[in-house]
């Protein structure tokens, strides 16, 4: 007859070993059927960042197989000229990153060799809104001197991620309005988000156990918070770096909802480029998910290579 000293020890044992087995079996299941290994960590100022020193492959939208090989920095690896003076700083999300492509496809590779002397500085993480976007060039700004770019890429998801304040299961930074101006929240980074730096199991339930509240956008609001951004970036960069806005959202987005253009923001750049009409032209420019394909990339390529230039 087994005791209670013998129950508690088997409900201990049972407790021990389930985690342990979920932990390895989401590992397995991660690494061998999704191909979906942990891409971000944890960060104080952004909420999360892409995890550093990281070499994994992942599924498109369209099916295909993509590499992720991240350096010290959590940046995707990319060969540069050691000799180069000149540097452009980007500001992103998911495209920016290259989400769903190989690194050799991604537009700013794709301009590097008609760029000589040139350092690309690609920052764009997936999930990141342009406020998101703001704190990592807080990271970068004093590096930046006088010939140097700045590159902003805004697209219709920035107008619903500048309005969170979790995504995912992690928190982030957001601006709140206050006494006429905006005001910067940081990230309250709890202990669910920093297990899940290297728990499957964290990642999962921290979406579960997160406080769950409905999607609401208002585009006024989203409007208004990416203007105190872009003037605040503005304002920030050194003298002599020129500031370069690639904008989409205005047939999808804008124009629909309140017959506006993205051209609304171009006041705070230099210079300003519609990618809406380039990446509408052709079908394949599109993964099924709305990330650029190559052929998008190529495309977005062409017309940052010419504003560039000019």
């Known amino acids: 007859m087994r005791t209670p000293l013998h129950w508690t020890a088997l409900l201990l044992g049972v407790l021990t070993v389930a985690p342990v087995a979920a932990e390895a079996a989401l590992r397995l299941y991660a690494s061998y059927v999704t191909k979906r290994d942990r ?4 960060d104080a100022q952004t909420g999360w960042s892409n995890a550093p020193n990281l070499l994994t492959t992942r599924i498109n939208a369209a099916g295909q197989e993509w590499g992720i090989r991240t350096d010290q920095n959590g940046q995707r690896f990319i060969a540069l000229d050691p000799r180069a003076r000149r540097k452009i700083l980007i500001l992103g999300d998911s495209l ?3 989400e769903g492509i190989d690194i050799k496809d991604r537009f700013d590779v794709k ?20 406020d998101q976007e703001y704190m990592a060039f807080q990271n970068w700004k004093h590096l930046l001197e006088s010939g140097d770019t ?15 304040r979790r995504f995912f299961g992690r928190a982030k930074p957001y601006f709140e309005k206050a006494d006429g101006s905006y005001v910067l929240h940081q990230p309250p980074i709890g202990l669910w988000e920093r297990w899940s730096n290297w728990s499957l199991v964290a990642s999962v339930v921290a979406r579960y156990i997160e406080p769950t509240a409905p999607e609401s956008l208002d ?20 003298r002599g770096v020129r500031v370069v806005l690639a904008h ?5 987005f804008l124009g629909p909802k309140l017959g506006l253009s993205s051209t609304i923001f171009c006041e705070f750049a230099d210079v300003c480029i519609d990618l809406d009409d380039a990446l509408a032209a052709d079908p394949v420019h599109l ?20 504003a560039l230039r000019d």
Do not use: C
């Not at 301009?111 to 342009?130: A, D, E, Q």
């Not at 585009?219 to 050194?238: A, Y």
């Open 111 to 130: 301009m590097l060799s008609s760029l000589p002397g040139t350092r690309v500085i690609n920052t764009g993480t997936m999930g990141y809104g342009t």
């Open 287 to 306: 993964l099924p998910d709305g990330h650029w394909s190559a052929s998008g990339h190529t495309a977005v390529a062409q017309l940052l290579l010419k």
């Open 96 to 98: 920016s990153f290259g």
């Open 150 to 164: 700045v590159l902003i890429v805004l697209n219709q998801s920035d107008y619903f991620d500048v309005l969170r």
């Open 219 to 238: 585009p006024g609001q989203s409007i208004e918070i990416i203007r105190f951004i872009l003037g605040r970036i503005r304002e920030e960069v050194p």
């Open 39 to 42: 891409l971000f960590r944890s």
């Open 248 to 252: 989409q959202g205005t047939s999808d």
